[in-house]
Protein backbone atom coordinates (compact mmCIF):
# COMPACT_ATOMS: atom_id res chain seq x y z
CA UNK A 1 0.00 0.00 0.00
CA UNK A 2 1.54 3.28 -1.07
CA UNK A 3 1.33 5.86 2.41
CA UNK A 4 0.50 9.01 0.10
CA UNK A 5 -1.82 9.55 -3.26
CA UNK A 6 1.62 10.59 -4.87
CA UNK A 7 4.26 8.03 -3.34
CA UNK A 8 6.14 5.72 -5.20
CA UNK A 9 5.10 2.13 -5.15
CA UNK A 10 6.05 -1.42 -6.75
CA UNK A 11 9.77 -0.71 -6.32
CA UNK A 12 12.07 -3.61 -6.26
CA UNK A 13 15.33 -4.68 -7.17
CA UNK A 14 16.42 -4.81 -11.02
CA UNK A 15 16.96 -8.14 -11.89
CA UNK A 16 18.91 -6.98 -15.21
CA UNK A 17 22.39 -6.46 -14.15
CA UNK A 18 24.22 -8.88 -11.51
CA UNK A 19 27.38 -9.24 -9.86
CA UNK A 20 28.85 -9.48 -13.37
CA UNK A 21 28.00 -6.01 -14.55
CA UNK A 22 29.67 -5.35 -11.04
CA UNK A 23 33.10 -6.89 -11.89
CA UNK A 24 32.65 -4.77 -14.72
CA UNK A 25 32.69 -1.80 -13.00
CA UNK A 26 35.85 -2.45 -9.81
CA UNK A 27 38.06 -4.64 -12.79
CA UNK A 28 37.46 -2.11 -15.16
CA UNK A 29 37.81 0.84 -12.81
CA UNK A 30 40.48 -0.22 -11.19
CA UNK A 31 42.74 -1.58 -14.74
CA UNK A 32 41.72 2.45 -16.19
CA UNK A 33 43.08 4.23 -12.89
CA UNK A 34 46.34 1.37 -12.90
CA UNK A 35 47.16 2.33 -16.17
CA UNK A 36 46.41 6.13 -15.93
CA UNK A 37 48.29 6.32 -12.68
CA UNK A 38 51.01 4.31 -13.54
CA UNK A 39 51.48 6.73 -16.33
CA UNK A 40 51.54 9.53 -14.33
CA UNK A 41 54.08 8.22 -12.02
CA UNK A 42 56.99 6.81 -14.75
CA UNK A 43 55.93 10.76 -16.78
CA UNK A 44 57.80 11.71 -19.10
CA UNK A 45 59.03 7.69 -19.32
CA UNK A 46 56.62 4.66 -19.82
CA UNK A 47 55.83 3.10 -17.26
CA UNK A 48 56.49 -0.95 -16.77
CA UNK A 49 55.55 -3.00 -19.42
CA UNK A 50 53.97 -5.76 -17.14
CA UNK A 51 52.08 -3.10 -15.35
CA UNK A 52 50.32 -1.59 -18.15
CA UNK A 53 49.62 -5.37 -19.32
CA UNK A 54 48.29 -5.72 -15.31
CA UNK A 55 45.81 -3.02 -16.33
CA UNK A 56 44.90 -4.58 -19.39
CA UNK A 57 43.92 -7.61 -18.41
CA UNK A 58 41.64 -5.97 -15.35
CA UNK A 59 39.71 -3.60 -17.55
CA UNK A 60 39.50 -6.68 -20.26
CA UNK A 61 38.18 -9.07 -16.93
CA UNK A 62 35.51 -6.56 -16.94
CA UNK A 63 34.73 -6.57 -20.80
CA UNK A 64 34.34 -10.34 -20.46
CA UNK A 65 32.23 -10.33 -17.33
CA UNK A 66 29.98 -7.91 -19.45
CA UNK A 67 30.18 -10.25 -22.56
CA UNK A 68 29.05 -13.58 -20.35
CA UNK A 69 25.64 -11.92 -19.27
CA UNK A 70 24.69 -10.36 -22.38
CA UNK A 71 21.66 -12.64 -23.79
CA UNK A 72 23.43 -12.60 -27.72
CA UNK A 73 26.74 -13.16 -26.60
CA UNK A 74 27.81 -13.75 -30.54
CA UNK A 75 26.30 -10.38 -31.37
CA UNK A 76 28.96 -8.79 -28.91
CA UNK A 77 30.60 -6.08 -31.85
CA UNK A 78 27.40 -4.68 -32.44
CA UNK A 79 27.30 -2.77 -28.73
CA UNK A 80 29.44 -0.59 -31.26
CA UNK A 81 26.72 0.66 -33.29
CA UNK A 82 25.38 3.57 -31.34
CA UNK A 83 28.41 6.18 -30.19
CA UNK A 84 25.90 9.13 -30.59
CA UNK A 85 24.30 8.57 -27.74
CA UNK A 86 25.03 5.45 -25.91
CA UNK A 87 27.74 5.84 -23.25
CA UNK A 88 28.23 1.73 -23.20
CA UNK A 89 29.34 2.16 -27.25
CA UNK A 90 31.76 5.03 -25.66
CA UNK A 91 33.35 2.98 -23.77
CA UNK A 92 34.03 -0.59 -25.97
CA UNK A 93 35.71 2.02 -28.18
CA UNK A 94 37.47 3.76 -25.60
CA UNK A 95 38.67 0.14 -24.48
CA UNK A 96 39.54 -0.72 -27.88
CA UNK A 97 41.47 2.95 -28.72
CA UNK A 98 43.05 2.34 -24.81
CA UNK A 99 44.57 -1.51 -25.91
CA UNK A 100 45.85 -0.27 -29.10
CA UNK A 101 47.44 2.91 -27.40
CA UNK A 102 49.43 0.10 -25.78
CA UNK A 103 49.73 -2.13 -28.22
CA UNK A 104 51.33 0.74 -30.27
CA UNK A 105 53.47 1.83 -27.39
CA UNK A 106 54.83 -2.56 -27.22
CA UNK A 107 55.79 -2.84 -30.40
CA UNK A 108 57.32 1.07 -31.05
CA UNK A 109 58.16 2.43 -27.72
CA UNK A 110 57.06 5.95 -28.27
CA UNK A 111 56.28 6.82 -25.01
CA UNK A 112 53.95 9.27 -26.39
CA UNK A 113 51.54 6.66 -27.17
CA UNK A 114 51.24 5.44 -23.55
CA UNK A 115 50.75 8.35 -22.19
CA UNK A 116 48.05 8.73 -24.76
CA UNK A 117 46.81 5.68 -23.33
CA UNK A 118 46.63 6.48 -19.76
CA UNK A 119 44.68 9.85 -20.97
CA UNK A 120 42.22 6.96 -22.88
CA UNK A 121 41.69 5.41 -19.60
CA UNK A 122 41.00 7.88 -17.76
CA UNK A 123 37.82 8.62 -20.20
CA UNK A 124 37.33 5.01 -20.00
CA UNK A 125 36.57 5.42 -16.57
CA UNK A 126 34.15 8.73 -16.90
CA UNK A 127 32.31 6.57 -19.43
CA UNK A 128 31.58 3.72 -16.91
CA UNK A 129 30.68 6.44 -14.46
CA UNK A 130 27.94 8.08 -17.08
CA UNK A 131 26.79 4.28 -17.80
CA UNK A 132 25.45 4.73 -14.56
CA UNK A 133 24.33 8.00 -14.60
CA UNK A 134 22.26 7.31 -18.09
CA UNK A 135 20.27 4.04 -16.53
CA UNK A 136 17.05 6.73 -15.77
CA UNK A 137 15.20 3.27 -14.39
CA UNK A 138 17.23 3.26 -11.20
CA UNK A 139 17.43 6.04 -8.64
CA UNK A 140 20.56 4.94 -7.13
CA UNK A 141 22.43 5.14 -10.37
CA UNK A 142 21.05 8.63 -12.05
CA UNK A 143 21.59 10.76 -9.06
CA UNK A 144 24.47 13.01 -10.77
CA UNK A 145 27.02 12.71 -7.94
CA UNK A 146 27.27 9.00 -9.23
CA UNK A 147 29.69 10.54 -11.83
CA UNK A 148 32.55 12.18 -9.61
CA UNK A 149 31.87 9.36 -7.32
CA UNK A 150 32.79 6.88 -9.95
CA UNK A 151 35.57 8.49 -11.40
CA UNK A 152 36.91 9.07 -7.74
CA UNK A 153 36.37 5.54 -6.75
CA UNK A 154 38.40 4.13 -9.74
CA UNK A 155 40.98 6.30 -9.27
CA UNK A 156 41.45 5.41 -5.18
CA UNK A 157 41.48 1.82 -6.86
CA UNK A 158 44.06 2.41 -9.35
CA UNK A 159 46.35 4.36 -7.22
CA UNK A 160 45.85 1.23 -4.38
CA UNK A 161 47.25 -1.10 -7.21
CA UNK A 162 50.09 1.04 -7.38
CA UNK A 163 51.22 1.21 -3.61
CA UNK A 164 50.04 -2.94 -3.72
CA UNK A 165 52.79 -3.16 -6.63
CA UNK A 166 55.32 -0.84 -5.38
CA UNK A 167 55.43 -2.50 -2.13
CA UNK A 168 56.36 -5.66 -3.75
CA UNK A 169 59.02 -4.23 -5.41
CA UNK A 170 60.47 -1.68 -2.22
CA UNK A 171 58.89 0.55 0.22
CA UNK A 172 56.23 2.78 -1.57
CA UNK A 173 57.26 6.25 -2.25
CA UNK A 174 55.87 8.93 0.16
CA UNK A 175 54.51 10.60 -3.19
CA UNK A 176 52.47 7.75 -3.70
CA UNK A 177 51.13 7.29 -0.47
CA UNK A 178 50.33 10.81 -0.41
CA UNK A 179 48.19 10.03 -3.47
CA UNK A 180 46.38 7.75 -1.81
CA UNK A 181 45.20 9.29 0.87
CA UNK A 182 44.03 12.24 -0.75
CA UNK A 183 42.44 10.40 -3.56
CA UNK A 184 40.79 8.49 -0.39
CA UNK A 185 39.81 11.89 0.94
CA UNK A 186 38.42 12.94 -2.26
CA UNK A 187 36.47 9.56 -2.83
CA UNK A 188 34.61 10.07 0.74
CA UNK A 189 33.68 13.60 -0.02
CA UNK A 190 32.25 12.83 -3.27
CA UNK A 191 30.51 10.20 -1.17
CA UNK A 192 29.40 12.34 1.16
CA UNK A 193 27.65 14.24 -1.92
CA UNK A 194 26.30 11.94 -3.22
CA UNK A 195 24.53 10.51 -0.18
CA UNK A 196 23.19 14.49 0.69
CA UNK A 197 21.62 14.22 -2.53
CA UNK A 198 20.36 10.79 -2.56
CA UNK A 199 19.21 11.88 1.43
CA UNK A 200 17.17 14.75 -0.62
CA UNK A 201 15.37 12.58 -3.38
CA UNK A 202 12.99 9.69 -2.89
CA UNK A 203 15.01 7.17 -2.82
CA UNK A 204 13.22 3.60 -2.38
CA UNK A 205 13.70 2.63 1.33
CA UNK A 206 16.08 -0.44 0.53
CA UNK A 207 18.25 1.79 -1.27
CA UNK A 208 18.12 3.82 1.92
CA UNK A 209 19.55 0.81 3.80
CA UNK A 210 21.73 -0.20 1.71
CA UNK A 211 23.71 3.19 1.53
CA UNK A 212 23.67 3.24 5.16
CA UNK A 213 25.85 0.21 5.28
CA UNK A 214 28.02 1.52 2.64
CA UNK A 215 28.88 4.76 4.41
CA UNK A 216 30.55 2.80 7.38
CA UNK A 217 32.47 1.13 4.95
CA UNK A 218 33.30 4.01 3.34
CA UNK A 219 33.84 6.00 6.41
CA UNK A 220 36.55 3.44 8.35
CA UNK A 221 38.06 1.05 5.77
CA UNK A 222 37.93 3.33 2.96
CA UNK A 223 39.08 6.37 4.44
CA UNK A 224 39.98 6.27 8.07
CA UNK A 225 42.18 2.69 7.51
CA UNK A 226 44.22 4.00 4.87
CA UNK A 227 44.99 7.53 6.32
CA UNK A 228 46.04 5.71 9.81
CA UNK A 229 47.85 3.35 7.68
CA UNK A 230 49.50 5.77 5.41
CA UNK A 231 50.33 7.61 8.48
CA UNK A 232 51.45 4.74 10.29
CA UNK A 233 53.79 4.04 7.65
CA UNK A 234 56.30 6.97 8.39
CA UNK A 235 56.95 4.44 11.51
CA UNK A 236 56.57 1.03 10.37
CA UNK A 237 57.16 0.78 6.37
CA UNK A 238 55.88 -2.31 5.89
CA UNK A 239 52.41 -1.15 6.80
CA UNK A 240 51.80 0.50 3.37
CA UNK A 241 49.80 -2.45 1.94
CA UNK A 242 47.43 -2.72 4.58
CA UNK A 243 46.78 0.83 3.75
CA UNK A 244 46.18 0.38 -0.12
CA UNK A 245 44.16 -3.29 1.08
CA UNK A 246 41.73 -1.17 3.20
CA UNK A 247 40.60 1.86 0.34
CA UNK A 248 40.66 -1.19 -2.59
CA UNK A 249 38.66 -3.71 -0.76
CA UNK A 250 35.86 -0.63 0.21
CA UNK A 251 35.53 0.81 -3.21
CA UNK A 252 34.70 -2.87 -4.75
CA UNK A 253 32.52 -3.06 -1.64
CA UNK A 254 30.46 -0.34 -2.65
CA UNK A 255 30.14 -0.97 -6.42
CA UNK A 256 29.15 -4.45 -5.66
CA UNK A 257 26.39 -3.05 -3.18
CA UNK A 258 25.41 -0.15 -5.78
CA UNK A 259 25.21 -2.29 -8.52
CA UNK A 260 23.46 -5.93 -6.83
CA UNK A 261 21.57 -4.58 -3.47
CA UNK A 262 21.05 -0.78 -4.09
CA UNK A 263 19.56 -0.62 -7.62
CA UNK A 264 16.35 -0.42 -6.45
CA UNK A 265 14.20 0.28 -9.81
CA UNK A 266 12.05 3.81 -9.82
CA UNK A 267 8.30 2.16 -9.54
CA UNK A 268 4.96 3.39 -10.82
CA UNK A 269 3.64 6.79 -9.11
CA UNK A 270 0.17 9.09 -9.99
CA UNK A 271 1.02 11.68 -11.49
CA UNK A 272 1.04 15.20 -9.13
CA UNK A 273 0.32 17.72 -11.99
CA UNK A 274 -3.23 17.03 -12.82
CA UNK A 275 -3.75 18.44 -16.08
CA UNK A 276 -6.89 19.47 -18.58
CA UNK A 277 -6.32 20.39 -21.85
CA UNK A 278 -4.98 19.15 -25.26
CA UNK A 279 -1.38 18.09 -24.71
CA UNK A 280 -0.16 20.09 -27.79
CA UNK A 281 -2.22 23.38 -27.21
CA UNK A 282 -1.41 23.77 -23.68
CA UNK A 283 0.53 26.63 -22.84
CA UNK A 284 3.45 25.56 -20.31
CA UNK A 285 3.28 26.11 -16.44
CA UNK A 286 -0.63 27.47 -17.21
CA UNK A 287 -2.23 23.72 -16.88
CA UNK A 288 -1.89 22.87 -13.01
CA UNK A 289 -4.00 25.41 -12.14
CA UNK A 290 -6.83 24.56 -14.01
CA UNK A 291 -7.10 20.66 -12.11
CA UNK A 292 -6.45 21.73 -8.21
CA UNK B 1 2.54 14.16 -38.88
CA UNK B 2 1.27 11.57 -36.43
CA UNK B 3 1.97 10.67 -32.73
CA UNK B 4 0.34 7.46 -31.87
CA UNK B 5 -0.34 7.48 -28.16
CA UNK B 6 -2.51 5.74 -25.41
CA UNK B 7 -5.04 7.08 -22.65
CA UNK B 8 -6.28 4.79 -19.25
CA UNK B 9 -9.13 6.31 -18.09
CA UNK B 10 -8.79 5.11 -14.36
CA UNK B 11 -11.65 5.65 -13.31
CA UNK B 12 -13.21 3.24 -15.52
CA UNK B 13 -10.45 0.61 -15.43
CA UNK B 14 -12.10 -2.34 -13.07
CA UNK B 15 -8.48 -4.26 -13.20
CA UNK B 16 -10.03 -7.31 -15.05
CA UNK B 17 -6.85 -8.21 -16.71
CA UNK B 18 -8.46 -8.37 -19.99
CA UNK B 19 -6.21 -6.14 -22.02
CA UNK B 20 -3.04 -8.25 -20.13
CA UNK B 21 -4.82 -11.41 -21.18
CA UNK B 22 -5.48 -10.32 -25.01
CA UNK B 23 -2.19 -8.99 -25.07
CA UNK B 24 -0.38 -12.32 -24.31
CA UNK B 25 -2.59 -14.16 -26.39
CA UNK B 26 -1.75 -11.60 -29.74
CA UNK B 27 2.07 -11.42 -28.91
CA UNK B 28 2.00 -14.72 -27.27
CA UNK B 29 4.47 -13.48 -24.67
CA UNK B 30 5.66 -16.19 -22.61
CA UNK B 31 4.86 -16.57 -18.80
CA UNK B 32 6.23 -14.37 -16.85
CA UNK B 33 6.27 -11.52 -19.29
CA UNK B 34 3.42 -9.02 -19.41
CA UNK B 35 3.33 -6.15 -21.95
CA UNK B 36 0.59 -4.97 -20.43
CA UNK B 37 -0.77 -5.07 -17.38
CA UNK B 38 -2.84 -3.72 -15.02
CA UNK B 39 -1.62 -2.75 -11.01
CA UNK B 40 -4.12 -3.13 -8.15
CA UNK B 41 -3.34 0.41 -6.05
CA UNK B 42 -4.51 0.93 -2.67
CA UNK B 43 -3.67 4.42 -1.25
CA UNK B 44 -3.32 5.89 1.57
CA UNK B 45 -3.75 4.58 5.62
CA UNK B 46 -6.58 2.83 7.11
CA UNK B 47 -9.07 4.12 7.48
CA UNK B 48 -9.02 7.05 4.59
CA UNK B 49 -7.76 4.24 1.81
CA UNK B 50 -8.08 4.38 -2.17
CA UNK B 51 -7.85 1.76 -4.53
CA UNK B 52 -7.82 2.02 -8.24
CA UNK B 53 -6.39 0.09 -11.07
CA UNK B 54 -3.70 1.41 -13.19
CA UNK B 55 -2.71 -0.25 -16.62
CA UNK B 56 1.28 0.06 -17.19
CA UNK B 57 3.61 -1.07 -19.87
CA UNK B 58 5.66 0.94 -22.30
CA UNK B 59 4.60 4.06 -22.59
CA UNK B 60 6.43 5.00 -25.79
CA UNK B 61 8.31 7.70 -24.72
CA UNK B 62 9.11 11.07 -26.84
CA UNK B 63 12.61 11.10 -25.34
CA UNK B 64 13.26 7.32 -24.83
CA UNK B 65 15.77 6.63 -22.11
CA UNK B 66 15.94 3.22 -23.12
CA UNK B 67 16.54 4.47 -27.47
CA UNK B 68 19.14 6.93 -26.14
CA UNK B 69 21.41 3.88 -24.15
CA UNK B 70 21.35 1.11 -26.25
CA UNK B 71 24.77 0.14 -27.88
CA UNK B 72 23.16 -1.37 -30.93
CA UNK B 73 20.67 0.68 -31.93
CA UNK B 74 17.76 -1.93 -32.06
CA UNK B 75 15.46 0.03 -29.81
CA UNK B 76 14.35 2.82 -32.40
CA UNK B 77 11.51 4.83 -33.21
CA UNK B 78 9.18 5.03 -35.38
CA UNK B 79 7.92 8.59 -37.27
CA UNK B 80 4.46 7.76 -35.31
CA UNK B 81 5.70 7.58 -31.91
CA UNK B 82 6.24 3.89 -31.46
CA UNK B 83 9.32 2.30 -29.78
CA UNK B 84 10.39 -0.29 -31.02
CA UNK B 85 12.69 -3.40 -30.73
CA UNK B 86 14.73 -4.51 -33.59
CA UNK B 87 15.13 -8.71 -32.49
CA UNK B 88 18.14 -9.43 -34.90
CA UNK B 89 20.15 -6.26 -34.14
CA UNK B 90 19.55 -6.46 -29.48
CA UNK B 91 22.58 -7.95 -27.86
CA UNK B 92 20.74 -8.42 -24.70
CA UNK B 93 22.76 -6.15 -22.71
CA UNK B 94 19.71 -5.22 -20.61
CA UNK B 95 20.45 -1.43 -20.75
CA UNK B 96 17.56 -0.40 -21.85
CA UNK B 97 15.86 -2.19 -19.11
CA UNK B 98 17.55 -0.22 -16.49
CA UNK B 99 17.68 2.86 -18.08
CA UNK B 100 13.76 2.54 -18.50
CA UNK B 101 11.87 4.20 -15.73
CA UNK B 102 8.77 2.22 -16.61
CA UNK B 103 9.62 -1.61 -15.58
CA UNK B 104 8.24 -2.04 -19.38
CA UNK B 105 11.34 -4.24 -20.71
CA UNK B 106 11.87 -8.22 -20.54
CA UNK B 107 14.44 -10.37 -21.24
CA UNK B 108 13.63 -14.29 -21.70
CA UNK B 109 17.17 -16.14 -21.32
CA UNK B 110 15.33 -19.22 -22.33
CA UNK B 111 12.45 -21.02 -23.81
CA UNK B 112 9.60 -20.67 -21.15
CA UNK B 113 5.99 -22.23 -21.63
CA UNK B 114 3.06 -22.42 -19.54
CA UNK B 115 3.35 -25.83 -18.53
CA UNK B 116 6.75 -27.68 -17.76
CA UNK B 117 5.73 -30.83 -19.59
CA UNK B 118 6.34 -28.80 -23.08
CA UNK B 119 4.98 -26.10 -25.47
CA UNK B 120 1.28 -26.53 -26.03
CA UNK B 121 0.33 -26.92 -29.50
CA UNK B 122 -0.52 -23.10 -29.78
CA UNK B 123 3.04 -21.98 -28.19
CA UNK B 124 4.54 -24.45 -29.83
CA UNK B 125 3.47 -22.90 -33.24
CA UNK B 126 4.12 -19.38 -31.99
CA UNK B 127 6.96 -20.18 -30.34
CA UNK B 128 10.02 -16.98 -31.81
CA UNK B 129 13.38 -17.93 -31.32
CA UNK B 130 13.93 -14.28 -32.49
CA UNK B 131 13.18 -13.04 -28.67
CA UNK B 132 15.51 -15.48 -26.64
CA UNK B 133 17.79 -13.49 -25.16
CA UNK B 134 16.72 -10.13 -26.23
CA UNK B 135 15.07 -7.22 -24.83
CA UNK B 136 11.31 -7.02 -25.55
CA UNK B 137 8.24 -4.99 -24.88
CA UNK B 138 4.77 -3.74 -25.50
CA UNK B 139 4.98 -2.49 -29.73
CA UNK B 140 1.34 -0.97 -29.49
CA UNK B 141 0.96 -3.94 -31.60
CA UNK B 142 2.72 -1.99 -34.28
CA UNK B 143 2.09 -4.84 -37.11
CA UNK B 144 -1.81 -4.69 -36.37
CA UNK B 145 -1.49 -0.43 -36.76
CA UNK B 146 0.40 -0.88 -39.84
CA UNK B 147 -1.46 -3.50 -41.48
CA UNK B 148 -4.80 -1.61 -40.50
CA UNK B 149 -3.45 1.48 -41.98
CA UNK B 150 -2.57 -0.33 -45.59
CA UNK B 151 -6.25 -1.33 -45.86
CA UNK B 152 -7.28 2.42 -45.06
CA UNK B 153 -8.72 1.96 -41.18
CA UNK B 154 -7.94 4.26 -39.01
CA UNK B 155 -5.97 3.09 -35.96
CA UNK B 156 -8.12 3.64 -32.88
CA UNK B 157 -11.23 3.39 -34.05
CA UNK B 158 -10.90 0.41 -36.49
CA UNK B 159 -10.42 -2.89 -34.59
CA UNK B 160 -8.00 -3.98 -37.15
CA UNK B 161 -5.83 -1.02 -37.00
CA UNK B 162 -5.81 -0.77 -32.77
CA UNK B 163 -4.04 -2.92 -30.36
CA UNK B 164 -5.08 -5.65 -29.11
CA UNK B 165 -5.58 -4.70 -25.60
CA UNK B 166 -7.85 -1.58 -25.94
CA UNK B 167 -10.14 -3.69 -27.87
CA UNK B 168 -10.30 -5.65 -25.47
CA UNK B 169 -11.12 -3.37 -22.75
CA UNK B 170 -14.50 -4.17 -21.38
CA UNK B 171 -14.78 -0.94 -19.76
CA UNK B 172 -13.64 1.45 -22.38
CA UNK B 173 -11.01 2.50 -20.44
CA UNK B 174 -7.95 2.38 -22.91
CA UNK B 175 -8.26 4.40 -26.13
CA UNK B 176 -5.71 4.41 -28.34
CA UNK B 177 -5.49 7.38 -31.15
CA UNK B 178 -3.46 9.93 -33.36
CA UNK B 179 -2.36 12.91 -30.60
CA UNK B 180 -2.23 15.08 -33.52
CA UNK B 181 -5.14 14.65 -34.81
CA UNK B 182 -7.42 17.17 -32.84
CA UNK B 183 -10.85 15.23 -33.97
CA UNK B 184 -8.94 11.95 -32.81
CA UNK B 185 -10.83 10.48 -30.02
CA UNK B 186 -7.65 10.53 -27.67
CA UNK B 187 -7.46 13.97 -28.40
CA UNK B 188 -11.20 14.91 -27.33
CA UNK B 189 -10.48 12.58 -24.32
CA UNK B 190 -7.87 14.54 -23.27
CA UNK B 191 -9.27 17.49 -23.65
CA UNK B 192 -12.21 17.15 -21.74
CA UNK B 193 -10.79 15.58 -18.64
CA UNK B 194 -8.45 16.06 -16.06
CA UNK B 195 -5.02 13.64 -16.87
CA UNK B 196 -1.48 12.89 -15.90
CA UNK B 197 1.26 10.97 -17.15
CA UNK B 198 3.71 9.04 -15.25
CA UNK B 199 7.20 10.29 -14.09
CA UNK B 200 7.08 13.44 -16.21
CA UNK B 201 9.88 14.65 -14.07
CA UNK B 202 12.44 12.19 -15.76
CA UNK B 203 11.99 14.03 -18.93
CA UNK B 204 10.93 11.30 -20.74
CA UNK B 205 8.06 12.51 -22.74
CA UNK B 206 5.94 9.96 -21.80
CA UNK B 207 2.79 8.80 -25.09
CA UNK B 208 0.86 7.28 -22.34
CA UNK B 209 -1.98 9.11 -20.65
CA UNK B 210 -3.99 8.53 -17.65
CA UNK B 211 -7.20 10.16 -17.06
CA UNK B 212 -7.94 10.52 -13.64
CA UNK B 213 -10.46 12.71 -11.53
CA UNK B 214 -9.79 12.93 -8.12
CA UNK B 215 -12.73 12.27 -5.34
Known amino acids: MTRTKFSRFGTSHQTSWDWRAAGNFICGGAGSSLLAGSVAAAFPEAPDWRVLLAALLLIGAGLVFVWTEIGRTWRAFNVLFHPQTSWMTREAYVAALTGALVAGWAFTGIAPLAHAAGLAALLFLYCQARILKAARGIPAWREPAIVPLIVATGLVEGVSLLVLIATAQEVPSSALLAALTALAVLRFASWLRYRARMDASDMPPVTRRVLDSVSRGMLWVGTVAPLAAAGLTLAVPAIAPLAAVAALVAGAHFKLQLITRAAQVQGYALGNKLRRGHPLTMKPGAAEATAR | ?215
Open chain 2, 1 to 215: MTRYVMVADLNRCVGCQTCTASCKHTNATPPGVQWRKVLDVEMGEYPNVERLFMPVGCQHCSDPPCMEVCPSTATGQRKDGIVTIDYDICIGCSYCAVACPYQARYKVEEPRFAYSSGPTETEAIRFDEGRIGVAQKCTFCADRVDAGLAKGLTPGVDPDATPACANACIANALTFGDLEDPDSNVSKLLTDNTWFRMHEDLGTDPGFYYLWEEK
